[in-house]
């Protein structure tokens, strides 16, 4: 493609054609599955089928006669050491709890793994396990909050008393309760939000295999967190870290659901380590869907007092999230209740609160980080006591929120948290006037005329992306992420290979990042390249999460390439016996300001690598350098309002998405195409969350989604097009001015929408305040029948 | 213990496959589906999986031209077609893109591109088919098949400029291999 404009400088900000689409396009990405080594061997999970037991025998050796079967090995066999998720709290707020790879004595979620079979293909290994005879001592199954809290519940590890994983109170504002004795408005909302899959639509996978040259057991998997799965791999499997070595190929997308480790790959690993063979693992969607990390099913409970201006006074919530049956690598069960009770408070000026968060274990299948983790849920909370505060003090939606806004930067917030600058209020106003201009407010007013029900729903949040270390440290994680180290390489020919440690998997890296070095060095972006997801190549990294990839992984890149600049130029002036400072950096080549001095690229690189003796003392060959970027305060905050227009039909209870507006404001946005792309993707699958997705369990813990029959995906009838508007305010705390942009979307979705929803119920009186939001509950409240929703 | 599949398998069948327009003869067991030939025998990657019951469409291939569902359809069963995968678009089968594929870069229609061989082929064969369809008739056949990163909006946008292009340059005799398509 010709797209390889030479950078003057100006790529940054540019919709540059991606780097990546032409092998995706032609069929020649290699994900996963691709691979295919001599000799490999393919893997397939005897799973649990009950909920919740002791596991009286697990005979596997009719498995073994199965024609194609190589090998199956259960808990015992491998002797691996369990993945164990730790927050540095006292065991009063947090208890950890053991995961072991393949279950030993009990298991705790219908499609827990027991043992793994090894075949010579993925057919061979699914007929091996119908010959496995797993004996259940069954007991109860804890299925909900409420059963897990029960006095007498059983307990599903036995060390967390009442099931409860996390229990933290992180805020209390002093003489918050006289503030509410005393407020002229006080509302409650109790929301729920359903158990949803991140669901990528490449299914988690790995192939391992032993490399005997290089002594090195290489996985190569489908993680957003490469260095993380090494760490586990080589503690489960009792190796040096340098034995084992991780490599991501293209990635199907991954949403959290691949940025925690999961117990399948490591037990193929093992798998490969004993036989000495390839293992390929590919998971299936069935449990995909059923047994894969869940996320979102949490609870809320939460009060506001307002002035009778509407200004918010304070907040009292209870955070209650079901984390399922165990705590997930590295984040651990704290990561939805941690995010809810630091950044509830969000983009409103919030002068008392008090929170407390909890993580619940039950006999589901565990839950793990996914896009928005949690923001999506309080920023339905706060959306909600601000829409139902309006109507009790009959103000405008819009305007309630105009008045409560954070303003002034920095913030320091109630929940001590210093926010960058961002444009709360510009980007609501101008949310609204976008959709005032379209003219929804007259459709609507006519609609209503004619008997049909429109509604306009908004939400405005911002959202932490750039979390360095110091942030996650509040956090008390074990494993503290923040940090990135990129390194970049010139070689003899003049062309660039750099690093990140983070891990592109739909984002665009390969193209966003090239851009950031391109316009650092001068240089054609042709002549500059990324590699990321391997362990062996990359010192560290934490991978991609939290919107983080070019906020703090992009920052580091263009530190990196800076320092390679200034080498470039020292080398230059060194030849021309000038300082560094007269030398500049142009189209490929230093030259020396108000002279006719040129070295390109090449050259320098020749001298560098090939000629060292030319080198002045203190300057080492190779062009090779690296750096590390950190944030050092409490992060960098995107943020965006989102508006939905919805018609909600009488006969069958659906809910139409008519319009849909973002105003996003990321910061610099190295490509807004790319941007975009992020936030309608985001807002694709927080339209899923608040309509369509859900995973329930029946009475014996059973999922109910086990295909995409029983597991609603929206498709493009059900995704409307998405205007958007870019605001951009650059960030003073990132060296690209980047904030992240990856999440947005997904947070801002669900509340815009319940509130569309609520605006179009307004007639009948009836307010829902749970997701996903069926057609029946639709239906019920437009022909006043009873809310299903206390129900629930 | 295990051997090599294609000598002690039971019950194997050879089996000959249209792709691309080459031959193939493959030994393989009865039950494998097309898109598990295609993918692991042929080692033809770029078709993929994304659910094997026939919904995300993933693994759309074209079989005598025609959008089908390579999950569904056992090997055995496309013997004597004409089958295409997206490895076929390539102009000269692994250089230039076509222009539904560039479509596809121009206009974003792609992320993670776990989803895109599947959209590409089933545009294919839909354009064919139906050059003259609407905005809204692509958003319809959009929806048969599923995408977890774009919120489909460009992908119907893509489509629908190529579909665009497509008749503008076919209104007059034309021999780009996009104009040979209708
Ligand atoms: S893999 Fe065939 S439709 Fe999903
Ligand atoms: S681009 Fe990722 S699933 Fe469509």
Request: with cysteine.
């Amino acid at each position: 493609m010709s797209n390889s404009p030479v950078s003057d400088g100006k790529l940054v900000g540019k919709a540059v054609r991606r780097r990546e689409d032409p092998r995706l396009l032609a069929g020649r990405g290699r994900f996963v599955d691709d691979i295919a080594l001599p000799g490999m061997l393919h893997a397939q999970f005897v799973r649990s089928t009950v909920a919740h037991a002791e596991l009286s025998s697990v005979d596997v050796s009719a498995v073994r006669d199965v024609p194609g079967v190589v090998a199956v090995f259960t808990a015992e066999d491998l002797e691996l050491g369990d993945i164990v998720a730790q927050l540095g709290r006292p065991l009063s707020e947090f208890v950890p709890t053991a995961m072991p790879v393949l279950a030993r004595d009990k298991v705790r979620y219908v499609g827990e793994p027991i043992a793994i079979v090894v075949a010579r293909d993925a057919y061979a290994a699914e007929d091996g396990l119908e010959a496995a005879k797993v004996s259940y001592a069954t007991l109860p199954p804890v299925l909900s909050e409420e059963a897990a809290f029960a006095d007498g519940a059983p307990l599903v590890h036995a060390e967390a008393a009442r099931n409860t994983l996390v229990d933290v109170s992180l805020f209390a504002t002093e003489g918050i309760d006289g503030i509410f004795d005393a407020a002229p408005c006080v509302v409650e909302v109790d929301t729920r939000t359903g158990r949803q899959n991140a669901l990528p639509l490449e299914t988690r996978g790995a192939v391992a295999h032993w490399d005997d040259r290089e002594e090195q057991l290489v996985v190569h998997t489908c993680t957003q967190i490469p260095h993380q799965v090494r760490t586990v791999a080589s503690r489960c499997l009792r190796l040096d870290e340098r034995a084992v070595r991780v490599v991501v190929p293209d990635m199907g997308g991954g949403f959290g659901q691949k940025c925690v480790v999961g117990r399948e790959e490591i037990a193929a690993a093992a798998a490969a380590l004993r036989l000495r063979r390839p293992v390929k693992w590919i998971e299936d969607r069935k449990d995909a869907l059923s047994a894969s990390f869940l996320a979102r099913e949490q609870h809320y409970r939460a009060r506001a007092a307002f002035d009778a201006e509407g200004r918010i006074l304070a907040l009292d919530a209870d955070v209650v999230c079901d984390m399922g049956a165990y705590s997930c690598y590295p984040f651990t069960a704290g990561i939805e209740p941690l995010m809810a009770s630091a950044e509830m408070p969000g983009v409103y000026k919030l002068p008392a609160y008090r929170v407390r968060g909890r993580a619940v274990t039950t006999n589901k299948a565990p839950t793990g980080p996914y896009r928005g983790v949690s923001r999506p849920q309080y920023v339905m909370v706060m959306e909600r006591l601000f829409e139902r505060a309006a109507r009790r003090l009959a103000l405008d939606p819009v305007e309630i929120r105009r008045r409560n806004v954070i303003t002034e930067f920095p913030y320091k917030g109630v929940n001590g948290i210093t926010y960058d600058p961002g444009s709360y209020l510009e980007s609501l106003n101008l949310c609204e006037r976008s959709v005032r201009e379209e003219g929804w407010y007259e459709k609507q007013a006519a609609a209503a005329a004619e008997g049909r029900h429109i509604g306009i729903g908004y939400s405005c949040f911002s959202e932490r992306t750039g979390y360095g270390s110091a942030a996650f440290a509040q956090r008390k994680m074990q494993v503290v992420p923040g940090f990135d180290i990129s390194e970049v390489r010139m070689d003899t020919s003049g062309a660039v290979t750099f690093t990140t440690g983070t891990m592109n998997h739909g984002q665009s890296h390969e193209t966003t990042m090239a851009q950031i070095v391109a316009d650092e060095l001068a240089l054609d972006i042709a002549k500059v390249r990324l590699h990321q997801g391997d362990t062996d190549r990359i010192t560290y990294g934490f991978g991609t999460f939290a919107s983080r990839s070019i906020t703090i992984g992009g920052s580091a890149v263009r530190l990196a390439a800076a320092k390679l600049g200034d080498k470039l130029c020292a080398i230059a002036a060194s030849r021309w016996g000038v300082a560094p400072e007269e030398v500049e950096l142009t189209e490929g080549a230093a030259r020396r300001r108000n002279a006719q001095d040129v070295l390109t690229y090449e050259e320098i690189a020749d001298i560098a690598y090939l000629r060292a003796h030319l080198l002045p003392k203190d300057i080492e060959p190779g062009l090779s350098v690296t750096a590390t970027f950190d944030v050092f305060n409490d992060g960098t905050f995107s943020n965006a309002t989102h508006a939905c227009v919805v018609e909600l039909h009488a006969g069958t209870g659906q809910v139409e998405i008519l319009r849909y507006v973002c105003v996003e404001d990321c910061g610099v946005a190295i490509n807004p195409q790319v941007v975009e792309g992020q936030c309608r993707g985001g807002i694709a699958q927080g339209i899923a969350g608040a309509l369509f997705e859900q995973v329930t369990y029946d009475a014996q813990g059973e999922p109910s989604a086990t295909g995409f029959m029983d597991y609603k995906v929206p498709t493009a009838h059900e995704i409307p097009d998405v205007l958007i508007h870019h605001l951009e305010t650059p960030c003073a705390f990132t060296e690209t001015g980047a904030k992240g942009a990856g999440e947005g979307g997904t947070i801002g979705a669900p509340a815009a929408v319940l509130n569309a929803v609520n605006d179009a119920l307004r007639p009948t009186g009836v307010e829902l305040d749970h997701t996903p939001i069926t057609p029946e509950t639709v239906h019920r409240a437009l022909n006043g029948a009873p809310s299903l929703e206390s129900s629930s | 213990m295990n051997t090599d599949p294609v000598v002690t398998h039971p019950d194997l069948q050879l089996i000959t496959l249209d792709v691309n327009g080459e031959r193939h003869d493959v030994i393989t067991e009865p039950r494998r589906t097309l898109v598990d030939v295609l993918r692991h025998e042929l080692r033809l990657t770029g078709t993929h999986v994304g659910c094997e019951h026939g919904i995300c469409g993933a693994c759309t291939v074209l079989v005598d031209e025609r959008p089908v569902r390579a999950c569904l359809m056992f090997a055995a069963q496309a013997e004597g077609s004409s089958i295409r995968t997206v490895e076929s678009l390539s102009e000269d089968g692994g250089g230039e893109l076509n222009d539904l594929q560039r479509a596809f870069s121009e206009h974003h229609a792609l992320q993670c591109g776990f989803c895109t061989p599947g959209f590409l082929m089933l545009a294919e064969g839909f354009l064919a088919e139906r050059p003259d369809a609407t905005k809204e008739e692509i958003r319809e056949v959009v929806a048969s098949n599923l995408c977890r990163c774009t919120g489909y909006q460009t992908i119907v946008e893509a489509i629908d400029a190529c579909a665009t292009t497509r008749r503008r340059t076919c209104a007059t005799p034309c021999d780009s291999p996009a104009g040979k398509e209708h």
